[in-house]
């Protein structure tokens, strides 16, 4: 009879031969060595070892024991894969200083990945003590990361008043969910100088462009990496975005007169009307709108009443029927 060989496979897989073999010399201290031959990564992961008295008898070792151990082997393995990073960082950063792809005038990337709060926040810090004429910033919904948001506003604050001193113009967009918050109106009451700030429905990603030369754009969803770019063509492109939004938003301060319900349906909700016409889910139009999924739902109930729809298929009916996303609605 031909042995079939013991499949390869981590300790965090433990296969069944191996679970069953451990649990069982768990339960009765011991277990013969000849029965690990169906599970020999049981001594390859170092759960049993040979009996001191007796080496015809592998005893196991404590779970706890052998987690510990494997944790810190993990830790370990992370620790060098860091300075691995480091070392790697510090052979390439001089290399790429003279790669044509910097600009020929300050030896700057164009693209720098930035990580971490501090080092985002001090380079944003660094651009805007450097600016003189203008700060174009999209702001939306804080979301899962309000705490750090909240954290950084005091450091903000300071850097966009010496701006604001210097006689640059600071603009804002940021989502209508925010336009009563009492941070974002705290803060308007605290900058003096050219600043405005107007909003709309759905915006983009984070944004920071500084005297139309940087900007600074998220490089994932946790906000602990960002982009510093200096590319003209890209800066330009991010501008001209925020530009044309700027046109479409509302102004926030002084506060502009509510706009109206059409036929009971308020901005809100036709905001999100269209929106489940594209077949969006509840979740979905609760992020791009900034708002939670409850109030979200609660938006979609109240026009489903007012449309007089009796099921989700009915209300993308009822509102292509009911003209709300016309566009001189």
């Given amino acids: 009879m031909t042995n079939v060989p013991h499949p390869a496979h981590g300790v965090e897989e433990l296969c069944a031969a191996g679970s069953k ?51 810190r ?51 944003i810090t660094e651009a805007m003590a450097a600016a003189s004429w203008e700060l ?35 603009r804002t967009l940021y989502q209508h969910t925010l336009r009563h918050s009492p941070m974002t109106l705290a803060r308007y009451e605290q900058l003096n100088g050219d600043v405005e700030a107007r909003s709309l429905d759905e915006i983009t990603d984070r944004l ?16 602990f990496l960002a982009l510093e770019v ?10 001209t975005t925020f530009d044309r939004l700027w046109r479409l938003a509302t102004p926030m301060y ?18 999100i009307a269209a929106l489940l016409v594209e077949g969006h889910t509840d979740a979905v139009i609760a992020d791009r709108l900034g708002m939670n999924v409850r109030t979200a739902r609660v938006h979609i109930a109240k026009l489903a009443v007012t449309l007089g729809s009796e099921s989700r298929a009915q209300l993308g009916y009822l509102i ?3 003209g709300i996303l016309d566009q001189d609605h």
């Fill in 73 to 123: 082997t993990s830790e370990e393995r992370v620790a060098e894969e860091r300075r691995r990073e480091a070392r790697l960082t510090a052979v390439f950063e001089p290399l790429m200083r003279i790669d044509g792809r910097r600009t020929a005038a300050t030896d700057t990337p164009t693209i720098r990945v930035l990580s971490g709060t501090e080092r985002i926040n001090g380079a």
């Fill in 208 to 223: 920071i462009a500084v005297d139309r030369t940087v900007a600074f754009i998220p490089a994932d969803k946790d906000g």
């Fill in 21 to 71: 073999l451990y649990e069982r010399a768990l339960c009765e201290g011991r277990v013969r060595s000849t029965d690990a031959a169906e599970a020999p990564c049981l001594v390859d992961f170092g759960l049993v070892h040979p009996a001191v008295e007796d080496l015809n008898w592998l005893e196991p070792v404590a779970p706890a024991v052998a987690l510990h151990r494997l944790l």
């Fill in 136 to 170: 174009l910033t999209i702001q939306p919904h804080a979301g899962h990361i309000g705490q750090r948001y909240a954290a950084a506003e005091a450091t903000a604050l300071s850097r966009d008043q010496a701006l604001l001193d210097r006689g640059a113009r600071i």
């Fill in 320 to 322: 292509g029927r009911s």
């Fill in 254 to 271: 002084p506060e502009a007169v509510q706009r109206p319900s059409h036929n009971g349906v308020t901005p809100r909700q036709r905001a």
């Fill in 230 to 239: 200096r590319h003209p063509a890209l800066v330009s492109y991010f501008v």
